[in-house]
Nanobody
Framework: QVQLVESGGGSVQAGGSLRLSCAVS?????????MGWVRQAPGEEREAVAV???????KYAESVEGRFTISKENANNTLHLQMNNLKPEDTAKYYC???????????????WGQGTLVTVSS
């Protein structure tokens, strides 16, 4: 049974950093075709922000390019999202996701966790 458990969210001031983690169970992270992070701000649709494939090739939404870094920690079967220079518009619930149709922030995905809340104040 696939389980994705996110952690690491919190409240920070603009310009600050957070590192999100997603503990993966039910499959080996290094076997996954693609993993990603998506976010949903209040009143808005869910948005994919970063994906990483089997070769560790990464892609980012334009809104986070240069500030966010997605990575895999295969030894602990954990996916990370390092978020630097956070902005108030990054405020959202962040979810890790698997089951991507293709490895792009424009792709569909099938499974996501319960999410972790990130709040950025100005």
């Amino acid at each position: 049974q696939v389980q994705l458990v996110e952690s690491g969210g919190g409240s920070v001031q603009a310009g600050g950093s957070l590192r999100l983690s997603c503990a993966v169970s039910g499959f080996a992270l290094d076997d996954a075709y693609c993993m990603g992070w998506v976010r949903q701000a209040p009143g808005e649709e869910r948005e994919a922000v970063a994906v990483i494939d089997q070769t560790d090739t990464t892609k980012y939404a334009e809104s986070v390019e240069g500030r966010f870094t997605i990575s895999k920690e295969n030894a602990n079967n954990t996916l990370h999202l390092q978020m630097n220079n956070l902005k108030p518009e990054d405020t959202a619930k962040y979810y890790c996701a698997t089951g991507w149709s293709y490895c792009s922030t424009y792709s569909r995905y099938e499974t996501w966790g319960q999410g972790t809340l990130v709040t950025v104040s100005s």
